[in-house]
């Protein structure tokens, strides 16, 4: 079991840069993909990157595809993933969430077993 907390959400303007972490909470986490996801209003939860358990593996929605970081550290004492988000756009703007999952490189919702309850981004024009 994990418990996953997100936070770093916050107003940017467009072109500007936001970091979220993903905490996580027991001594499971480096056994999960970890993986962020974005809901905008009126929309489908979206799949943005997920990383492997080891963090050797990562993949990319094209939409973020060389504007968007992921990374982790499994250490005991952090259990904490990252999003570097640069070049914001305003089609950015959503809820953020972490995510955590079994399976090696999971790409959609129904893959993850661990959800967190998200942080909000918004990217102003």
């Known amino acids: 079991q994990v418990q996953l907390v997100e936070s770093g959400g916050a107003l940017v303007q467009a072109g500007g840069s936001l970091r979220l972490s993903c905490a996580a909470s027991?001594?499971?986490?480096?056994?999960?993909?970890m993986g962020w996801f974005r809901q905008a209003p009126g929309k489908e939860r979206e799949f943005v990157v997920v990383?492997?358990?080891?963090?050797?593996?990562?993949?990319?929605a094209h939409s973020v595809k060389g504007r968007f970081t992921i990374s982790r550290d499994n250490a005991t004492n952090k259990n904490t993933m990252y999003l570097q988000m640069n070049s914001l756009k305003p089609e950015a703007t959503a809820v953020y969430y972490c995510?955590?999952?079994?399976?090696?490189?999971?790409?959609?919702?129904?893959?993850?077993?661990?959800w967190g309850q998200g942080t909000q981004v918004t990217v102003s024009s």
């Open positions: 027991g001594r499971t986490f480096s056994s999960y993909a």
């Open positions: 995510a955590a999952g079994s399976a090696v490189l999971p790409v959609e919702p129904y893959d993850y077993d661990h």
């Open positions: 990383i492997s358990r080891s963090a050797g593996s990562t993949y990319y």
